[in-house]
């Protein structure tokens, strides 16, 4: 809310559009406050993005901000005893002196942010991780502080908790937001979307247009293999595929198509030459292929900084999208941060909507790809 004083929650009816993680977080918060919620959902708790999520968490980030958002994050999954903790290793591979030097670069500045991240040595990397092909990694970083969670179930379990603190949870509903601010014609003291790759259309079509651009991400799950136990979350930064265990399999990504995509007809399976693709990789990676149990796509949102877009875009009017891929890994300490900006608290100034006029040209860049400065 704009009011220089906090609103007190039980004078607050918040809509919040989207149950994703980030809406439903938001919710169980807001909820949890005393504010009186009401979260609209166009089809089913986790049915989109989020569920479709990797569920991959770590802190490893060299910027302030966002070392504290995703510590604040990870913390928070842990208290609910959502993750599994798991190691994130990243690499380069021998001559790929970009993504080395990156490494080179980033590593001491996470440190400085008390991450904690060492390098290892490849050879230390393969006598730990003996599932990983090591003979070509030129540098490698560990993030310890890292984990997976079960996107679909956690959020679920997020949604419910928000219920039984007093939201009311609209299923199969689908908003609309007006010039006015109001979500299928009724008014709200704010409104918080949180719709993963529709905001951008819903805040555009009430006259609030946001810097962001949908856009696909695929993901290969193998069959089962005794390699989930002897292969750490990964990112190989040279060939551009992240890789993490789960329940006995390898699930294998992220398949970016650098193409803004409408988010109301978009491919929903993975393309032929992507699942080709991780097939070869797995060649690369762990030294063997693993046949394929299912695939699929999702959709991601980017903005022209690679920063997200969370706080009030308008008087009244919340926004949270543009994670380029992290949003679930983010949800916890993004959703913390809404709550406190709709009661009247501050916005994060990196994450500012309003930074971008909503009508920028900007590239879409995958968003696990190491940053050059």
Known sequence: MTDTEPADPADVDVAVVGAGVVGSLTALKLARRGADVTVFEADGVAAESTGAAAGI???AYADAVDAGIAGDAIDEYRERD?????????FAREGDERNAEAMAEHVPRMQE???????????????????????????????????????????????????????ELLTGERATLDTDGR??????????????????????????????????????LTESTPLADVVPVLYDATEGFYARPTDGRLLVGDGTVPEAHDPTDWKRSADEEFRVDCAEYLE??????????????????????????????????????????????????????????????????????????????????????????
């Open 82 to 90: 959502a993750l599994t903790d798991l190691p994130y290793v990243w």
């Open 183 to 220: 979500v299928n014609g009724d008014a709200y003291d704010a409104v918080v979307v949180a719709a993963g790759a529709d905001t951008g259309r819903l805040l555009a079509a009430a006259g609030h247009p946001l810097a962001v651009k949908p856009y696909r991400v695929q993901a290969y």
């Open 113 to 167: 942010q008390d991450r904690a991240v060492t390098f290892i040595e490849p050879s230390r990397l393969g006598a730990r991780w003996p599932g990983v092909r090591t003979d070509d990694i030129e540098v490698a970083a560990v993030a310890h502080n890292a984990g997976v969670v079960d996107t679909g179930a956690f959020t679920q379990e997020t949604a419910q908790f928000a219920v039984s603190a007093g939201a």
């Open 57 to 59: 968490c770590y802190d």
């Open 284 to 373: 690369t990676a762990v030294g063997q292929s693993v046949a394929e149990r299912r695939s699929w796509a999702g959709l991601c949102t980017a903005t022209p900084d690679g920063d997200p877009l969370v706080g009030e875009r308008a008087p009244g009017i919340y926004a949270a999208t543009g994670f380029q891929g992290h949003g679930f890994m983010l949800a916890p300490a993004v959703a913390e941060r809404l709550t406190a900006s709709v009661l009247g608290g501050e916005d994060v100034p990196a994450y500012d909507p309003t930074r971008f006029d909503g009508d920028e040209a900007f590239d879409i860049v995958e968003g696990m790809t190491l940053p050059d400065d």
